[in-house]
């Protein structure tokens, strides 16, 4: 495998950052993850955009211009020979002795691009059974909008989720209504057939497969409520289900360990999973 570091690819073992990488010591970075299929980049323009406002957002420079970053997405696909899988890339602040204002102007950031192959065929045997979800309480920051690789709440959920035999944890906040998963989106079909999910604004990050979904479902004639559910109200559902590039649309059919609906994947979902590619770019 092979990576690409701060102007270099690289054999994948041998990949290094410096240990005063400001993204190491403090966080200070963000990142993406977009789908790779048939060998495309799929949404790049809107995952691109989304760098652009978290860079923005932090006062992080870009790295480089969009073609050239476009660019090496691309190559570090065709050097993995990827054709489905995610690739994924990574923006810190950059490298300076350990300080916590920002370092002197002209500091370069540094970017990391890695791209890795999946198995489609398991990941619908995933899909097919559908996956369960727990609840956390909300402890992140306010600005979750911001796709910063300060990740620790949600490695936290997320590996107290699969200690319980869950894929994911459901942040919940104070209200007791559910913001997004650790590494999704969430959703739920009520049983008249709408689709509920929150609106995007600073309490969760706005997904791209979450927005190609709404697009999706506008196509499909699907109505579509962009509001704040509760975790009550999603044991209610008829179904549920969680996106993000990395799983798309997949089916939850178990909340806490209770059955969402009738405890299987339900045909909206599977509909929209099954749709994606048609309308994602
Ligand atoms: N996660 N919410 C959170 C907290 C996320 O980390 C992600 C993506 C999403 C879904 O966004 P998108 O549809 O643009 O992938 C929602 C990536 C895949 C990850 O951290 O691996």
Not at 139 to 162: C, E, F, M, Y
Not at 172 to 188: K, L
Not at 235 to 264: C, Y
Request: overall charge positive; hydrophobic content about 40%; some cysteine.
């Amino acid at each position: 495998r092979i990576a690409y570091v701060n102007g270099r690819y690289v054999p994948h073992a041998q990949a290094c950052v410096h240990i005063e990488d400001r993204g190491y010591q403090f966080a200070d970075g963000v990142y993406e993850v977009c789908e790779v299929w048939s060998g495309k980049i799929v949404d790049e323009r809107r995952h691109l955009d989304r760098l652009d406002r978290s860079l923005g957002e932090l006062s992080i420079a870009s790295p480089m211009s969009r073609a050239a970053l476009g660019f090496v997405l691309r190559e570090v696909i065709r050097r993995n020979r990827v054709r489905d899988g995610l690739v994924y890339l990574q923006v810190t602040r950059g490298v300076a002795k350990r300080d916590h204002y920002f370092p002197a102007d002209g500091t370069p950031p540094a970017l990391v691009v890695t791209a890795r192959a999946a198995d489609p065929r398991a990941a619908e045997k995933v899909a097919d059974a559908g996956v369960g979800v727990i609840t956390v309480p909300e402890n992140r920051w306010d600005r979750v909008d911001i796709k910063t690789v300060g990740l620790l709440p949600n490695v936290l959920a997320k590996q107290k989720a699969r200690e319980r035999g869950a894929r994911e944890a459901w942040f919940v906040d104070g209200d007791g209504m559910v913001t997004e998963g650790g590494s999704t989106n969430a959703w739920i079909v009520t049983k008249d057939g709408k689709l509920v999910t929150r609106p995007a604004d600073h309490g969760i990050l706005r997904g791209i497969t979450r927005q190609v979904v709404l697009d999706l479902a506008a196509r499909e004639g699907l109505s579509v409520e962009e509001r704040a559910f509760s975790v009550a109200e999603a044991l209610e559902a008829k179904e549920a289900f969680i996106t993000a590039a990395s799983s798309l649309v997949m089916p939850v059919v178990r909340i806490d360990g209770r059955a969402v609906g009738n405890g299987h994947p339900g045909s909206i979902a599977r509909n929209l999973r099954e749709k994606f590619h048609e309308i994602s770019e």
